[in-house]
């Protein structure tokens, strides 16, 4: 960036994630500021609107996590006051933090994801919905939050029992999927000027139980291995289904797409569970992990990040889109 630019960076909020957001943000904004850009940090409240109105930025650098920061939300409430922010407009927004919307997306163009279907809490409590071991997780929630996995030895009855600690108890609807064994791989997308471009896979290795919100952000709980040990073949794979699922979804900035991998399966074996428009940018982050092994450091990605938000905002004539 040839300039320097005021940069609002919106973080916190009262999802589920507003910890790790606090802490994608606080990084975002010493990173900016490291790189000359006047900053001005700010902590979601109801009052945003007029908070944002009232520092006047260049640009918004959206660092929030989850509802409503992530679905779509605080994308048209920044497109009708005309500024620009980071990261993927209110449609892609919409589509990809909800799971069901994301399959009927993605699946059409050939990108295999786990079948499954929506199903009533209530509904639980009576039969399972798929032959065990399945998952059961929010519809559009992120970082693995309210996710569980239901298998035969599970202390949770069978069926379900009303009382049982999970997801059910604060969801009124949940999406069932197959569980899928194998490998937890993941690949971040970043925008650049000839495109979007994979920054490559990494696996993501637990020390017990699966990756859940507090594996993703607990230091230790989780080993990543960047680049994955994994075939050639299965990396361009996943770095493929990675960019085609930016492309499909229309995610502008960056995105980051995970995976699971049967590696007893083969090729055959490899799933997309889901695309993250908002991929966090903490310490203990994927993203800026990945593009450190590719070369980019943390103030230059965060540069990229609104390097992008700028050039969509003036090809959309003011509206990011």
């Known amino acids: 960036m040839s300039d ?27 990173a900016l500021e490291s790189k000359g850009h006047r900053v001005t940090q700010i ?23 989850g509802v409503p920061g992530e679905d779509g939300t605080v994308q048209g409430m920044l497109e009708l006051m005309g500024i620009p922010y980071t990261h993927s407009g209110v449609a892609t927004s919409v589509i990809a933090i909800d799971k069901q919307l994301t399959k009927q997306a993605l699946i059409p163009h050939g990108i295999p994801m786990p079948g499954g279907r929506i199903v009533k809490s209530e509904e639980l409590f009576e039969r399972d919905p798929l032959p065990r ?12 939050v309210g996710v569980a996995i239901v298998t035969e030895d599970s202390n949770v009855g069978n069926p379900i029992a009303r009382d049982a600690a999970g997801p059910w108890q604060e969801f009124p609807e949940l999406l069932a999927e197959p569980f899928i064994k194998g490998r937890e791989l993941t690949t971040a997308v970043i925008d650049g000027p000839d495109g979007p471009k994979a920054l490559g896979v990494t696996e993501l290795i637990i020390d017990n ?12 709980r989780t ?35 995970d995976f699971r991998w049967d590696d007893e399966a083969g090729e055959e074996g490899l799933f997309v569970l889901e695309t993250n428009t908002q991929p966090g940018m903490t310490p203990l982050s994927l993203v800026p992990e990945q593009a450190k092994h590719a070369g980019i450091d943390y103030p230059d990605l965060c540069e990229m990040i609104v390097r992008e ?7 959309n004539g003011g509206a990011d889109g």
């Open 309 to 315: 938000a700028l050039r969509v905002h003036a090809a």
């Open 43 to 65: 902590d979601m409240g109801r009052d945003v609107a007029a908070r944002i109105a009232e520092a006047a930025p260049d640009v918004v650098f959206n660092a929030l996590h």
């Open 133 to 144: 071991p399945y998952v059961l997780k929010p519809v559009n929630e992120g970082s693995s």
């Open 223 to 257: 080993q990543h291995v960047c680049p994955a040990q994994i075939p050639p073949a299965i990396a361009a794979l996943c770095e493929d289904y990675a960019i085609r699922a930016h492309k499909l979804l229309g995610c502008h900035g960056t995105s980051r797409t």
């Open 209 to 220: 139980g699966f990756y859940d919100f507090e594996h993703k952000y607990t230091e230790g």
């Open 4 to 30: 320097t630019h005021h940069i609002a960076v919106l973080m916190g909020g009262w999802a589920n994630e507003r910890e790790v957001s606090l802490m994608s943000g606080h990084g975002v904004a010493d």
